[in-house]
């Protein structure tokens, strides 16, 4: 019989690949002290970062309980909870052992096979209801299997008796903290950096030849220092002891969820840089991964500890409803490419390109009309994390609005203050005073009214009008008259000469079908719908390569005979081709103004 005393851990979890193939975790979870009346254990229904009810408990394949060698009735309360019965020994332990069947193979949840391991907490560590306070301690157990004799250990989670990439036991301080810290298990590859005297580690998952870390390293070096200085310019001190970028690469991949240390990535192998490449150059997919670290890393600050009052604490079974997801996640999209320039790493024509494509991508679907970023960010859960074909008419990202609500607010903050403050001095006041002593218990999340008032304290001026035109309602930025004054100017370069059908296009094998149909677009006005399978155009075969070049053959407003199938329903659509309505947005330097690139530059800390 195990007694509680102060030399044992009160949550003691094991954790273990039991069957490589069948992707299974064996997990055992050992309570010293469960309540009298019958420990209660749930499963998180989400993971912070990702505002979705996934439901991580249906993973569990089975689950039983024991004390003393003996089972121990186990009552399932809901779909993500168990209740043991009551033990007649009341000083006894209480054990579990389940199951948890991982091949998700994305940053959400758990994945498991012969070449990796990976798994957020939220996946595989049941929840003690009533002691998530208490410190927890994991033994992560290398499989058995051959196939892992040579795997290592990835984690931001601080070690108790394990070395460094080693298996064996990590703790934690509590179930908020063991939840945040995601595990690789594999042979990886591995380098390390420091930022501001912080090691940083580098795990990149998945055969990747050629690959150049040492490139990678001086590059994610130069941006989390920038990140670093930014919100700490006099201290350059960084809130972590240890950072660590894990990446498992795949054929065509995308993603990323960040961690109070760490952050868990999935991308294409072919976007990481190769020591065989002939040009030094940055190509779009390191770009766009150099951009999704950069993201990943400002969340170390803005959401992991700066956060919204209905974050702080987490509900972890139920929504968590928040309008402020436009300053969390876009503020976080409008800085993670800015600190790119910053820290050197892209030069400003790079820059504009990618604020271009952001500004193209929000002005492109109709939602934006119908809905603003403060009921996107609040409707997160049932909208923009389940989108259909019908998303671009209905719902705005508050990533790609809300990172240009970013660079709206930073050149309004700019133009008001005589370039004094920006919007770099409320990150830093948010910083200051909800962010900085979050996980010591000397801060808490910031309310909507809060945030707000910032703006106004740090101007100097009134922002309410802007929040109602721009967040609060549904008004499009006026862009172009804020860039002026700082020297960018902006062109719209669409083409309305080349005829469209105003649909997003899609492929079922060799086949052309409509993926999504614009509101108001040459297809929706005749009778085209998402699903449909492009067929033939005035009675030529079309496919999902050729579509374009039938295309080009006519003018905007001539009139086609489209033959489409409609489930297995052969349909016959008069379509009158539109122009291009795709946004073609550019920035450059205006040679006639101002030689200033306003945001561009980091604003002095005060």
């Not at 987490?314 to 800015?338: A, C, H, I, K, R």
């Not at 449909?532 to 009139?559: F, K, P, Q, W």
């Amino acid at each position: 019989m195990k007694k509680t005393n102060k030399n044992n851990p009160a949550i003691a979890y094991g954790i273990v690949g039991h069957d490589l193939a069948a992707h299974l975790f064996h997990v055992t979870l050992t309570v010293d002290a469960p309540a009298a009346g019958g420990q209660i254990f749930a499963l998180p229904a989400w993971i912070p970062g990702s505002y979705m009810i996934r439901e991580f408990s249906r993973n569990v394949v089975r689950i039983r309980a024991e004390s003393d060698g003996q089972p121990v009735a186990l009552t399932k309360l809901d779909k993500h909870s168990w209740q043991a019965a009551p033990l007649k020994d009341h000083a006894a332990s209480l054990t579990l052992h389940y199951e948890v069947y991982a091949w998700d193979l994305s940053v959400r949840a758990a994945h498991l096979d012969q070449n990796h391991a990976f798994y957020n907490g939220t996946s595989v560590f049941l929840r003690v209801l009533g002691q998530e306070d208490q410190p927890h301690v994991v033994d992560i157990q290398r499989p058995a299997d051959e196939a892992a004799k040579t795997w290592r250990v990835a984690t931001s989670l601080p070690e108790l008796k394990a070395k460094r990439y080693g298996f064996g036991t990590y703790i934690a301080s509590n179930y908020d903290e063991l939840i945040d810290h995601p595990v690789e298990q594999g042979d990886f590859a591995l380098a390390t950096f420091k930022a501001h005297g912080i090691p940083h580690d580098i795990v990149i998952s998945g055969r990747v030849p050629n690959l150049d870390l040492p490139r990678l390293s001086a590059d994610l070096k130069k941006i989390c220092e920038t990140q670093i200085a930014f919100f700490e310019p006099k201290t350059r001190k960084a809130p972590m002891d240890r950072y660590v970028f894990m990446t498992l690469a795949v054929g065509d991949g995308y993603g990323g969820l960040e961690h109070r240390a760490s952050t868990a990535l999935i991308c294409a192998r072919a976007d990481l840089p190769s020591t065989a490449a002939a040009s030094k150059e940055i190509s779009d997919g390191y770009l766009q991964y150099l951009g999704l670290c950069s993201h990943e890393y400002f969340h170390t600050w803005n959401v992991k500890r700066i956060k919204p009052a209905a974050f702080a604490p987490y509900n972890l079974q139920v929504e968590n409803y928040s309008p402020l997801l436009w300053l969390f996640e876009g503020f976080t999209s409008y800085y993670d490419d800015l600190m790119l320039v910053r820290a050197g790493v892209i030069a400003e024509p790079a820059y504009f390109k990618l604020l271009g494509k952001t500004i193209g991508s929000v002005l492109r679907g109709s939602g934006r009309t119908k809905q603003s970023v403060a009921d996107s960010s609040f409707d997160a859960w049932g909208k923009y994390y389940r989108q259909d074909e019908n998303a671009p008419n209905s719902i705005v990202s508050y990533y790609t609005k809300g990172s240009l609500i970013g660079l709206a607010l930073d050149l309004s903050i700019r133009a008001k203050t005589g370039g004094k403050k920006s919007l770099d001095d409320v990150m830093r006041v948010l910083w200051q005073r909800y962010g900085r002593d979050f996980y010591q218990g000397g801060a808490r999340g910031v309310t909507p009214a809060e945030v707000e008032a910032i703006f106004d304290e740090i101007s100097g001026g009134r922002f309410k009008p802007f929040f109602d035109k721009y967040i609060r309602g549904t008004e499009d930025l006026p862009l172009a008259k804020m860039l002026a004054p700082f020297g960018v100017k902006y062109n719209d370069e669409r083409k309305t000469a080349k005829p469209s059908l105003d649909a997003n296009l899609g492929k079922d094998g060799n086949d052309c079908k409509l993926s999504g149909v614009h509101e108001n677009g040459a297809a929706h006005q005749a009778g085209l719908s998402a699903g449909d399978i492009l067929m033939a155009v005035d009675g030529l075969r079309v496919t999902a390569a050729n579509l374009e070049a039938l295309l080009s053959r006519y003018g905007v407003g001539s009139e086609i005979e489209v033959h489409a199938f409609r489930r297995d329903e052969l349909m016959t659509f008069s379509v009158t081709l539109q122009g291009d309505r795709v946004p073609g947005i550019s920035l450059t330097l205006d040679p006639a103004g101002k030689k200033s690139t306003g945001p561009l530059r980091p604003s002095a800390a005060r």
